[in-house]
């Protein structure tokens, strides 16, 4: 009865279900990895390029504002107590607005330096425009801080309006002490903004970008990129505590007071100077190429999506097609199966029964003869032992389909076998054969091998038995056995002669049943050994070929497993 195969219940996990999206899970995840590594790439880029620039920009504005007090201070050495309290000889202020004018040529950063007296009063002056100017500065917080504490080396003011230009700046300014160390007057540089929002402007941080220079004192914004005039002088910052306090580096994320926008910063503080530095990246400016890189990823995932549905879909199809066709080859492999068991037996059957007839034919044709053999004429009794011998060779035949159905029927378990002991003995049986060609059969060490010692028996004397019948008429037939070990478990045995050999067009026919390539005339036999062969080989797993030199001699391969 035939083995019930049951069909698949769900073609979608058989073909892989869940799990064929498993592959395109990966990917999405790499891809999805890829992104977010690409953001936190870009984020610590960001950083180092505001890190950089914020020192970079720290240094530029120190480097202005220590060559201005280093000026200042060589200035306020040079003028007397009594110079800034009296009237200076014209001699004596030439000579010093000189001096001034040489620190001011090709210095941007200043618009004039001015002296003033311990009343705030000017006393000289030289700069870019309208260095004359007689005004006081009394009422100004820089210098009333420079009288309240002539011990303070300079002050620096927010963003005031010059009384000499008219123009916004902010103003750096040096005590001028008498040998006792009293307040006797200052000298001060008007610092030109438009100079440092130029290089501000200058930094490449994006059209969002952000850059501030602020007052320690409740810091009060002197220079902003974007420039927001209103806000100038005014406290309104998001980083106000780190404004006001003493650090002088950090860094990282915040949003900004005046535009809302956030951004990745980098903080500096100026020590001595009572000024601070944002430079700030907004991440529309530095997320640009990663966005670009996220809509390449996202098209490339989805792409990929549609990819794996039709791929999916159409491994289902094929699934199922393969389904189907596994179906019908089921079904046919039990017709076949079964179809060949019905032959088999039907020939086991019909050639056991056909012997019975055969040998009361060739009985009564043998009867006939003896008893009238002298009544026929020699016609008749040369029919007659046709009759014998077609009847005799029939039963050879016979025989022969016999002895081949019977290896698929015989169900004797295979059982460790001496291939050497076996050989022996079937030399022994050939003993006769042997001695009458004068053959010299030679084997090598053969191994013990997992068969059915009778079939054994059967394919070593077929082998031999046609290495001797098909011999060189002119010399000694020469025969060897050999083995050697193969792969997976197998042996290779070989068998080889020095005979007659066989043309390669030959080497697959003659394992066909009743296959011959020579006439009875020339060679006795039914044509059936090398298919007996074949088909014991067969049925322990091995496979059996021959190569050949016509002339020469033929080796016939075969595979048999180990024990």
Same mark, same amino acid.
């Given at each position: ?26 990917? @999405? ?22 890190? =950089? ?18 000026? @200042? ?11 800034? =309290? ?200 530095? @997320? ?276």
């Amino acid at each position: 009865m035939a083995q019930h195969h049951p069909e698949p219940t769900n073609i979608a996990n058989r073909a892989g279900g869940p799990l064929s999206l498993v592959p395109l899970a990966l990917i @999405l995840a790499l891809l999805a990895y890829q992104v977010w590594t690409g953001y936190e790439t870009a984020k610590r880029e960001a950083q180092t390029t505001v890190d =950089n620039l914020a020192d970079v920009l720290t240094l530029t504005v120190k480097s202005a504002l220590d060559r201005l007090r280093s000026d @200042l201070a060589g200035f306020s050495a040079d003028l007397t107590a009594d110079e800034l =309290n009296q009237v200076m000889q014209p001699a004596r202020r030439a000579q010093l607005e000189q001096r001034m004018n040489v620190a001011l040529d090709g210095f941007d950063a200043v618009v004039h330096y001015r002296a003033f007296n311990a009343h705030g009063d000017t006393v000289l002056g030289v700069g870019r425009i309208n260095p004359q100017a007689q005004f006081s500065v009394a009422d100004r917080d820089w210098f009333q801080s420079l009288q309240a504490n002539p011990s303070r080396p300079f002050v620096l003011s927010e963003v005031l309006i010059s009384k000499a230009t008219g123009l916004p700046g902010f103003f750096l300014a040096h005590p001028i002490r008498d040998s006792q160390g009293n307040f006797r007057g200052a000298i001060s540089a008007h610092i030109n903004l438009d100079w440092f929002q130029a290089i501000i402007d200058n930094l490449d941080i994006g059209t969002e970008g952000l850059v501030t220079l602020r007052h320690r004192d409740a810091s009060r914004l002197l220079l902003r990129r974007p420039k927001v005039e209103h806000e100038i002088n005014e406290s309104n910052s998001g980083l106000y505590q780190l404004h006001i306090s003493t650090s002088q580096r950090a860094s990282g994320e915040f949003e900004s007071a005046i535009d809302h926008v956030r951004r990745v910063y980098a903080f500096r503080g100026m020590a001595p100077y009572p000024l601070t530095v944002v430079v700030a990246i907004s991440p529309a400016d530095f @997320l640009r190429s990663w966005k670009t890189q996220a809509i390449v990823t996202m098209f490339v995932a989805l792409l990929l999506s549609a990819i794996q549905v039709l791929v999916y879909r159409r491994l289902t199809q094929a699934y199922r097609a393969t389904v189907d066709m596994a179906a019908e080859l089921r079904a046919i492999n039990v017709n076949l199966q079964r179809s060949n068991a019905e032959l088999e037996e039907f020939a086991y059957i019909a050639s056991h029964d056909l012997q019975t007839p055969l040998r009361n034919i060739t009985s009564f044709s043998q009867l006939l003869l003896r008893r009238f053999g002298d009544q026929l004429e020699g016609d008749g009794q040369d029919f007659l032992g046709f009759i014998v011998s077609n009847a005799r060779r029939m039963s050879s035949l016979i025989r022969d389909l016999l002895a081949y159905a019977r290896i698929t029927r015989q169900c004797q378990s295979p059982q460790v076998v001496s291939a050497k002991a076996v050989l022996d003995q079937v030399l022994m049986d050939m003993a006769t054969s042997i001695a009458d060609s004068g053959a010299r059969i030679t084997a090598s060490d053969l191994p013990e091998l997992r068969i059915n010692e009778y079939q054994l028996s059967s394919l070593l004397l077929n082998l031999l038995n046609n290495a001797i019948k098909y011999r060189h008429p002119d010399r000694r037939p020469e025969i060897t056995v050999s083995a050697e070990p193969a792969e997976h478990g197998l042996w290779l045995l070989a068998v080889s002669d020095n005979g007659i050999g066989i043309e390669p067009e030959y080497w697959e026919k003659i394992f066909a049943i009743f296959q011959r390539l020579h006439s009875l005339d020339q060679y006795e036999g039914d044509g059936i050994g090398l298919a007996l062969c074949r088909r014991i080989v067969h049925r322990w797993g091995g496979t059996i070929w021959v190569t050949s030199k016509p002339g020469l001699g033929s080796t016939f391969y075969f595979t048999l497993p180990g024990p």
